[in-house]
T-cell receptor
Framework: AQSVTQPDIHITVSEGASLELRCNYS??????LFWYVQSPGQGLQLLLK??????LVQGIKGFEAEFKRSQSSFNLRKPSVHWSDAAEYFC????????????FGSGTQLTVLP | DGGITQSPKYLFRKEGQNVTLSCEQN?????MYWYRQDPGQGLRLIYY???????QKGDIAEGYSVSREKKESFPLTVTSAQKNPTAFYLC???????????FGPGTRLTVT
């Protein structure tokens, strides 16, 4: 079955430190991949997406993600975290060329220490 | 401003009552979606609609119903048949069925 896994339920980093959030997918073919961020009690905001081409994708708010086919991964990174980055982050995927909908990971809660 | 609105933000109901959650978008998107979010879980798809007057069940449709009479609107009814309706409900839309989805601010439903 198709699935998206975020192995880290909760991550804590200090402000100014680098960040990497992990995402692995299990699909028969390379899916389209997305990262979303959710602040408490709010909807989700799209950070970035990967459809094809360059495997390093730039997004909003200084985030980037790297697609690695060999590892079935799409990890989210930020070189220097700000206190306002504290939120929950969701990785999502869907099959290319399919009308089927997004499959979400269970999310990673990010805490930023001052 | 273009966007997706969900109302109300908080909703309280007694067990056994049906309740309808509103979702409106002015993005001129064809596709709309309803998700349910529970603590510690990702989003689970309830229903989706790719065009007006057509919709499909998602992974957890039991106890829910929808309609899509207008392109801008996709209301979700949580019926008394839904065994555990207390949750955070998110509506989303996309230009087409395969494009990235944009989310509304959500409605938190509490049933007691």
């Amino acid at each position: 079955a198709q699935s998206v896994t975020q192995p880290d339920i909760h991550i804590t980093v200090s402000e100014g430190a680098s960040l990497e959030l992990r995402c692995n997918y299990s699909y028969g073919a390379t899916p389209y991949l997305f990262w979303y961020v959710q602040s408490p009690g709010q909807g989700l905001q799209l950070l970035l997406k990967y459809f094809s081409g360059d495997t390093l994708v730039q997004g909003i708010k200084g985030f980037e993600a790297e697609f690695k086919r060999s590892q079935s991964s799409f990890n989210l990174r930020k070189p220097s975290v700000h206190w306002s980055d504290a939120a929950e982050y969701f990785c999502a995927a869907r099959l290319q060329g399919s009308a089927r909908q997004l499959t979400f990971g269970s999310g990673t809660q990010l805490t930023v220490l001052p | 401003d273009g966007g997706i609105t969900q109302s109300p933000k908080y909703l309280f109901r007694k067990e056994g009552q049906n309740v309808t959650l509103s979702c409106e978008q002015n993005l001129n998107h064809d596709a709309m979606y309803w998700y349910r979010q529970d603590p510690g879980q990702g989003l689970r798809l309830i229903y989706y609609s790719q065009i007006v007057n057509d919709f499909q069940k998602g992974d957890i449709a039991e106890g829910y119903s929808v309609s899509r009479e207008k392109k801008e609107s996709f209301p979700l009814t949580v019926t008394s048949a839904q065994k555990n309706p207390t949750a955070f409900y998110l509506c989303a839309s996309s230009k087409g069925g395969g494009d990235e989805q944009y989310f509304g601010p959500g409605t938190r439903l509490t049933v007691t």
